[in-house]
C-alpha cells in the first residue's frame, strides 16, 4: 500500500522559534497533500489543501504567514510553523493523495510541543 | 461548522461483543471513509464507501451509508481488546478531494 513519512516524528521548540515538518510520499507521486492538526481528544482539524506546484488553499481561520506550506515537487511537502507559541503545541498530521483517486494516504504525525 | 458528528461520543464494550458507531453529515458526498487512530498514532484507514454504495464489509467490519438520511454506520463485531482506539469518519463532499472529518467515536474494549 501507499506509504506516506513525516520527519520529525516529535519535535521540541522554544517559543518564538520556528520548526518545519516534513511530509513525504514514499512510492507514489502525491498531487495533493493535506495538513491537519489535532489537539488532544479532539478530531482532525483541516489546515490546509497543496497542490503540486501551487499556492496552498488554507481553511478559514488559519494563518497562512504562520503556517507556511510549501509543496515543491510530487512527493514532498514542507508545513513551517513560524515564531511557534504554546498554543501551537499539537499533533500535526499530513496526507496525500493522487490524481484522480479519493483515497487519503496519512503519515504517522508530529507532535510538536511548544516550551 | 462543517465538521461531522459521531455518536456516542464514547463507547465501552465487553470483549467479544459487537460495536457500532454513526456518523452523519451535513453536505452530499463522494465518499465516505473511517479511520481507526489508536493514541498519540497516526490514522489507520478502515473502508471507503462510495455514495453510490449502501453497504460494504471488510473482515470484522462492516460499513452502511445511507445518503438520504446523510449518515453512515460502523459495525466491528466479535471485538477484541486491540479494537480499542478513536475512530473517525471522513466526508469528501461532491466534486472535491477535500476530507472533513467527524468528531469520532472513544471505543474502549474490555477484556
Known amino acids: 500500500g501507499a506509504v506516506v513519512s513525516q520527519h520529525p516524528s516529535w519535535v521540541i521548540c522554544k517559543s518564538g522559534t520556528s520548526v518545519k515538518i516534513e511530509c513525504r510520499s514514499l512510492?507514489?507521486?502525491?498531487?495533493?497533500m493535506f495538513w491537519y492538526r489535532q489537539f488532544p481528544k479532539q478530531s482532525l482539524m483541516l489546515m490546509a489543501t497543496?497542490?503540486?506546484?501551487?499556492?496552498?488553499?488554507?481553511e478559514q481561520g488559519v494563518e497562512k504567514d504562520k503556517f507556511l506550506i510549501n509543496h515543491a515537487s510530487l512527493t514532498l511537502s514542507t508545513l513551517t510553523v513560524t515564531s511557534a507559541h504554546p498554543e501551537d503545541s499539537s499533533f500535526y498530521i499530513c496526507?496525500?493523495?493522487?490524481?484522480?483517486?479519493?483515497?487519503?494516504?496519512f503519515g504517522p504525525g508530529t507532535r510538536l510541543t511548544v516550551t | 461548522s462543517q465538521q461531522g458528528e459521531e455518536d456516542p461520543q464514547a463507547l465501552s464494550i465487553q470483549e467479544g461483543e459487537n460495536a457500532t458507531m454513526n456518523c452523519s453529515y451535513k453536505?452530499?458526498?463522494?465518499?465516505l471513509q473511517w479511520y481507526r487512530q489508536n493514541s498519540g498514532r497516526g490514522l489507520v484507514h478502515l473502508i471507503l464507501?462510495?455514495?453510490?454504495?449502501r453497504e460494504k464489509h471488510s473482515g470484522r467490519l462492516r460499513v452502511t451509508l445511507d445518503t438520504s438520511k446523510k449518515s453512515s454506520s460502523l459495525l466491528i463485531t466479535a471485538s477484541r481488546a486491540a479494537d480499542t482506539a478513536s475512530y473517525f469518519c471522513?466526508?469528501?463532499?461532491?466534486?472535491?478531494?477535500?476530507?472533513?472529518f467527524g468528531t469520532g467515536t472513544r471505543l474502549k474494549v474490555l477484556a
Open positions: 496526507s496525500a493523495s493522487s490524481a484522480g483517486f479519493y483515497e487519503q494516504y
Open positions: 512510492d507514489f507521486q502525491a498531487t495533493t
Open positions: 497543496s497542490n503540486e506546484g501551487s499556492k496552498a488553499t488554507y
Open positions: 453536505t452530499s458526498i463522494n465518499n
Open positions: 464507501i462510495r455514495s453510490n454504495e
Open positions: 471522513a466526508t469528501a463532499a461532491s466534486g472535491t478531494y477535500k476530507y472533513i
